[in-house]
């Protein structure tokens, strides 16, 4: 079956630091999604993807990274952790045929604490 | 930027009596989706209406939509503990179909 899936679960890292967190999908999807999601704020977009070397910022881009080298691949790269970007990452994907629904199907999250 | 608004914030009900949540937006749509979190996981897809239908049903979930007023609601009957969630509705853009504009959610507890 196809999935979606991120790792690692579970991060914890110090201020400064470079991160990178995984997001695989197996759906053949031409959109790719990384949200941020805090208490209060529901669902924040940091980047998306259209396609393959396809990259666009969200509402809250700054101090992340993205790249699309493949369809199945879009790793997120804090390139200086700080504590503000300690959150819950998800991952999301979806089609985009004319007339059909933008569904979006969702990795099961990674956690990430910057201490 | 946040578009939909979901009310209520929270809601805590009995099993087997319905629940309803609301979502307003503010920009014209293509259409409007609902998902639901567990806790701890991430979001699934529940239910896509367009904007040229008014009320959509999927098993236990009603949903509707009024354009006019730029709102939708969903509607679980016969609640169930397993659906203790978050809901959160979610629009696109006319001009942009392939983004979503999510709401802060509805967090829904059905006590046994």
């Known amino acids: 079956d196809a999935e979606i899936t991120q790792s690692p679960r579970h991060k914890i890292t110090e201020t400064g630091r470079q991160v990178t967190l995984a997001c695989h999908q197996t759906w053949n999807h031409n959109n790719m999604f990384w949200y941020r999601q805090d208490l209060g704020h529901g669902l924040r977009l940091i980047h998306y993807?259209?396609?393959?070397?396809?990259?666009n910022k969200g509402e809250v881009s700054d101090g992340y990274s993205v790249s699309r080298s493949n369809t199945e691949d879009l790793p997120l790269t804090l390139e200086s952790a700080a504590s503000s970007q300690t959150s819950v990452y998800f991952c999301a994907s979806s089609e985009s045929m004319a007339g059909r629904g933008n569904e979006q199907f969702f990795g099961p999250g990674t956690r990430l604490t910057v201490l | 930027s946040q578009q939909g608004e979901e009310d209520p914030q929270a809601l805590s009900i009995q099993e087997g009596e319905n629940a309803t949540m609301n979502c307003s937006y503010k920009?014209?749509?293509?259409?409007l989706q609902w998902y639901r979190q567990n806790s701890g996981r991430g979001l699934v897809h529940l239910i896509l209406i367009r904007s040229n239908e008014r009320e959509k049903h999927s098993g236990r979930l009603r949903v509707t939509l009024d354009t006019s007023k730029k709102s939708s609601s969903l509607l679980i009957t016969a609640s169930r503990a397993a659906d203790t969630a978050s809901y959160f509705c979610?629009?696109?853009?006319?001009?942009?179909?392939?983004?979503?504009?999510w709401g802060l959610g509805t967090s829904l507890a059905v006590n046994p």
């Open positions: 979610a629009t696109d853009d006319a001009g942009n179909n392939r983004k979503l504009i």
């Open positions: 920009t014209s749509i293509n259409n």
């Open positions: 993807s259209y396609g393959v070397h396809d990259t």
